[in-house]
């Protein structure tokens, strides 16, 4: 990687650095939420190299106060709302920002909230190794819900309990939601894909994610409704389009 590579995540004056699967740079004093964010980096990585079979992504980690937060690397030039979690690939690591406090915009906040949003984030440096063609925001969203609903149930974590806290019928599915939404809504479509997720797992298995991401890999046209439709349905396999016609949330 090099010495710039390294100073992608850790610019940010006076802050720390600790070793892993992927490091993690943070503020002094936070050594233990920064080990904590290196174990869910970690257990994260180990669980999606394995059902995606495939090396695990180059990235860094920054766990970031809010003091700090414009200082953060980002694509555009006006920094994010504090509190949000994003992946970057404006710096070299590509690096996933963690702030200090998640949004109360996150929700619903449970004991596995702050795990799936670190594993979401980790899941687009996957899927984002490789270029992907645009695809609708839902098909793009998808997976990194899925995947995150992976590594959770491989950790125990009572997704059961998330989800029964999740509005079932907020007014859309994951593909009739359009336009500019606000954060409620943004979150609702979240939480739509993550009970759709889950619901695939339950129902074909961790193998179906692997295939949809190597399909997506591969893909080299703009992937349009329809597309993406023939997509997932192809990769949960035998019965996969009647069951997601079958699904409310889709």
């Known amino acids: 990687m090099g010495d710039n590579a390294i100073e992608g995540a850790a610019a940010?004056?006076?802050?720390?650095?600790?070793?892993?699967?992927a490091p993690v740079t943070y503020p002094p004093g936070m050594r233990d939420r920064a080990e904590?964010?290196?174990?869910?980096?970690?257990?994260?990585?180990?669980?999606?190299?394995?059902?995606?079979?495939?090396e695990p992504p180059e990235l860094d980690m920054l766990?970031?106060?809010?003091?700090?937060?414009?200082?953060?690397?980002r694509e555009n030039s006006h920094a994010y709302p504090y509190g949000l979690p994003y992946f970057t690939r404006s710096v070299r690591p590509p690096t996933l920002v963690l702030p200090e406090e998640i949004?109360?915009?996150?929700?619903?906040?449970?004991?596995?909230?702050?795990?799936?949003?670190?594993?979401?984030?980790?899941?687009h440096a996957f899927l984002l190794r490789k270029e992907i063609v645009k695809t609708?925001?839902?098909?793009?969203?998808?997976v990194p819900q899925a995947s995150a609903a992976v590594i959770a149930?491989?950790?125990?974590?009572?997704?059961?309990?998330?989800?029964?806290?999740?509005?079932?019928d907020p007014g859309f599915t994951v593909r009739t939601l359009s336009g500019r939404a606000d954060a409620g809504r943004q979150m609702a479509f979240q939480n739509l894909l993550l009970s759709l997720g889950v619901a695939a797992l339950e129902q074909f298995g961790e193998r179906f994610?692997?295939?949809?991401?190597h399909r997506l890999w591969k893909e080299t046209e703009i992937v349009d409704e329809r597309r993406a439709e023939e997509l997932l349905a192809g990769s949960l396999g035998s019965g996969g389009r009647g069951w997601l016609e079958s699904r409310p949330e889709f």
């Open 36 to 54: 904590e964010a290196r174990r869910l980096l970690d257990a994260g990585i180990d669980v999606l190299s394995e059902v995606l079979e495939v």
């Open 136 to 142: 609708p925001a839902w098909l793009g969203e998808f």
């Open 63 to 73: 766990l970031v106060v809010e003091a700090d937060w414009k200082e953060t690397p």
């Open 209 to 213: 994610l692997r295939r949809l991401v």
């Open 103 to 123: 949004t109360a915009d996150i929700t619903p906040r449970t004991e596995a909230t702050a795990s799936l949003v670190v594993w979401h984030e980790l899941a």
């Open 153 to 168: 149930r491989r950790a125990g974590l009572p997704l059961g309990e998330h989800l029964s806290l999740v509005e079932k």
């Open 12 to 21: 940010i004056s006076g802050y720390e650095r600790l070793y892993g699967a």
